[in-house]
């Protein structure tokens, strides 16, 4: 992996840190729905997408570049100094 000049994040605040836990309790709260009820409500959903957004915020996670240099959003993301992340290159004109 080529290193990137890109800073981590190794330090967080108590604020980020409680957003980490309430992603987990909702990821929880969600899968303990589906292993006893093998249901759960489109607002939990929500929530789970929710979180999943602030998580990827977070920690500046990327898509993978694709050979032609876009971005692959749909494939798991990477770490920002991860030689397969994605960043926007504005076009020259």
Known sequence: ???KN???KTELTREEVTELLNAYN???AICTD???MFDTD???VRKLEDMSTKLKDIFDFRPVTDSEGHPNHWRPYVM????RAWYHV????
Not at 80 to 83: A, G, L, S, Y
Not at 90 to 93: G, I, N, R, S, T
Request: no cysteine; aromatic share 4%; net charge positive.
């Open 1 to 3: 992996m080529k290193k």
């Open 6 to 8: 890109v800073k981590l």
């Open 26 to 28: 909702s990821m929880d």
């Open 34 to 36: 589906f292993r006893e």
């Open 42 to 44: 489109l607002g939990k």
């Open 80 to 83: 920002p100094d991860d030689e």
């Open 90 to 93: 504005p076009k020259k004109d």
